[in-house]
């Protein structure tokens, strides 16, 4: 079986340096708020170029945390609007929602899977706040006519960078194009821990302290609390594996650039849509290879049972789940399309040569 993501594999990759970090964290006797969290931080805000890094318990809160700052820094307000694209995970929203502030969805591009920025501008109202850019699939979103609209309408740009960790755009990395973003350390993210984790950069200093000491129970100095608010750090021992693996998240991006290079070059199934290599590879980090075919699901049946794992990113749009029955009106037809039709196809800094060929052969038997 050649698996979707093989996580134990990836990690084993870096076993030795990974396991001397546990330990002497372990050994360290400081568990939360001290050294190796500084330490990554400290490499993060390098890596990404940006004045700021404050580690966090998860993705979601790295969003939510950014969007409670600005209310409480009196810059947004409970009801303002924000602009998001309407096929990204549900966890985007969640953060709009959760902090009393509305989500108005905008359409993604078809060669693209991200916002349509030709499409934001009729979506902006007087309440409308902040654009949320998903850079969906590891496929970095951003472009001058994006900051002109918001430089045009005072709006902030909030990053969800929780798929495109080192990618970039005219040589600045995604994490570092608009006011504030959210990344993600969840296990199967180009850049995973082992368990959760999450940061926010920014290089906005008021912004930075809101955020931090919101996430430490709303504290600046123990015990005197300024905000109400939430309990959502970073562990040390999974701040210590991430500062150790952002040492190769280069390379292993570059490898799933290599692997991505492979299957547009040479899948040749007339059935099947590829995603776009953009011209400038750096946009995209492949954390998703996403296809798209009409008959999605026979084509998955059939990868299985020719032993090849695949996963729908993603299948039911948030605006259609439960949760959110108050959007069941609202209808986006080319996200819908893509919930239909997508196929995330095996992609990693560890899968083999030899596999990529058999997943591209079995694909092109594929009638
Ligand atoms: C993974 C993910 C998140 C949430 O991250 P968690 O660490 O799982 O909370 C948010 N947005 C997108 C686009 C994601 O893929």
């Not at 609209?149 to 969800?160: G, R, S, V």
């Not at 609202?330 to 899968?351: K, M, Q």
Request: proline letters at 4%; glycine letters at 6%.
């Amino acid at each position: 079986m050649i698996k979707f993501l093989d996580l134990k594999k990836i990690n084993l990759l870096h076993q030795e340096a990974i396991e001397q970090r546990l330990i002497s964290t372990f050994r360290s006797g400081w568990y939360l708020l001290g050294e190796e969290v500084k330490q990554f931080e400290g490499h993060l805000s390098a890596y990404i170029g940006a004045g700021h890094s404050i580690g966090v318990a998860n993705g979601l809160d790295a969003l939510r945390l950014i969007c409670r700052a600005y209310i409480e820094l009196g810059i947004f307000s409970e009801g303002d609007e924000i602009i998001v694209p309407a096929n990204t995970y549900i966890a985007s929203v969640l953060a709009i929602t959760d902090c009393n502030l509305v989500p108005v969805f905008v359409e993604p591009d078809n060669a693209t899977f991200n916002i349509d920025i030709a499409k934001i501008e009729a979506a902006i109202t007087p309440k409308t706040t902040a654009i949320m850019i998903v850079h969906l699939y590891g496929r970095a979103v951003f472009s001058k006519e994006l900051k002109a609209l918001a430089q045009k309408h005072d709006l902030k740009i909030i990053e969800d960078n929780a798929q495109a960790i080192g990618a970039e755009i005219n040589s600045i990395k995604t994490g570092n194009l608009g006011d504030a973003a959210g990344f993600s350390f969840y296990p199967g993210k180009n850049l995973g821990a082992l368990g959760d984790g999450g940061a926010v950069t920014t290089n906005d200093s008021d912004l930075a302290k809101a955020i931090r000491a919101l996430a430490n129970y709303g504290s600046e100095t123990k015990y005197v609390n300024i905000y109400k608010g939430l309990n959502s750090r970073l562990d040390e021992i999974q701040a210590a594996v991430l500062d150790e693996k952002l040492k190769h998240l280069d390379a292993e991006n570059s490898r799933r650039r290599e692997i991505a290079k492979y299957y547009v070059q040479n899948i040749s199934n007339p059935l099947i849509t590829l995603p776009e290599y953009p011209n400038d590879e750096k946009e995209h980090v492949w954390h998703l290879f996403v296809i798209r075919i009409a008959e999605r699901d026979r084509l998955q049946k059939y990868l299985i049972k020719n032993s090849i794992q695949t996963l729908i990113h993603y299948p039911i749009p948030l605006y259609k789940q439960e949760a959110y029955k108050e959007f069941a009106h609202l209808d986006f037809p080319v996200t819908e399309a893509i919930h239909h039709e997508v196929l995330s196809l095996p992609i990693s800094p560890v899968l083999m040569d030899e596999e990529v060929k058999t997943i591209v052969e079995v694909l092109n038997d594929f009638k």
